[in-house]
């Protein structure tokens, strides 16, 4: 009794080299599977495993601790390659010229920004921009007399940096700039109230208060947070 006639086999055959062939065009001459066209890897599209569904990143700056301060910052994928976000931030900072005289600086500032990534969005190297806006209040005590004035300034500043996304979503950040203050908040001896002036030590707070609030604005961060 005959099994298999020969128009059976060669069916066979042919079908048992479709699928070798199909095999071995997947597996590549490397060795190393390559998936069909259209075909999304498994962890992520791009570089980095696990973060190219990332589109916010929410992170607490910890050098603002430094100033007594508390930085929060908020971005949000624009493109691959484009980023757009804010950061909140509040510094404070206290000099001290002798047991009568002192001085404090306080600031509540927001910064849009803008950062441009080129391996992959939200994380890598990136070069940002920022525009801080808004009030930098500076104040003299001197015998128990309190003298005050309030800046309103915006700075334009320019960063470098780079940040890490995990696949587990944590993400951790460095970056340095700088930018220019407009107006510099200089505090001057006119914003001394009259019981003020002439009092020793007052002069050598101011300078010290000017030293913090100078012209040239630096933007430095060492960050940690959560992609989302």
């Given amino acids: 009794m005959v099994l298999f006639s020969g ?3 060669s069916a066979g055959i042919i079908c048992i080299t ?4 199909t095999a071995f065009a997947q597996q590549g001459s490397s060795g190393e599977y390559t998936p069909p066209a259209g075909e999304q890897p498994a962890y992520g599209k791009r570089y980095t495993p696990g973060s190219s569904e990332a589109q916010h990143v929410l992170e607490i ?7 007594k301060g508390f930085e929060l910052g908020f971005e949000t994928r624009g493109s691959e390659s484009m980023n757009f976000g804010a950061d909140l931030i509040f510094s404070e900072k206290s000099v001290k010229e002798d047991p009568n005289v002192s001085g404090n600086t306080q600031s509540m500032l927001i910064a849009p920004k803008i950062r441009l990534y080129p391996m992959q969005a939200l ?9 801080f806006l808004g009030q930098i209040k ?6 128990g007399v309190e003298s005050e004035n309030t800046f309103t300034i915006f700075a334009p500043a320019v960063h470098v940096g780079y ?18 203050n407009f107006p510099q908040p200089k505090f001057e001896e006119k914003y001394l109230k009259a019981d003020a002036k002439g009092k020793p030590g007052v002069s050598g707070a ?11 604005r630096y933007d430095i961060g060492i960050t940690l947070g959560v992609a989302l």
């Fill in 123 to 131: 994380q890598g190297v990136f070069l940002g921009g920022k525009l």
């Fill in 163 to 180: 940040r890490f996304l995990s696949t587990f979503g944590f993400t951790w950040s460095v970056f340095g700039g700088a930018g220019v």
């Fill in 206 to 216: 101011i300078d010290q208060l000017n030293q913090i609030n100078r012209s040239v």
């Fill in 138 to 143: 500076a104040s003299v005590s001197a015998g």
């Fill in 18 to 21: 479709s699928i070798a062939g």
């Fill in 7 to 9: 128009r059976t086999l």
């Fill in 61 to 67: 700056n910890a050098a603002q601790l430094a100033n």
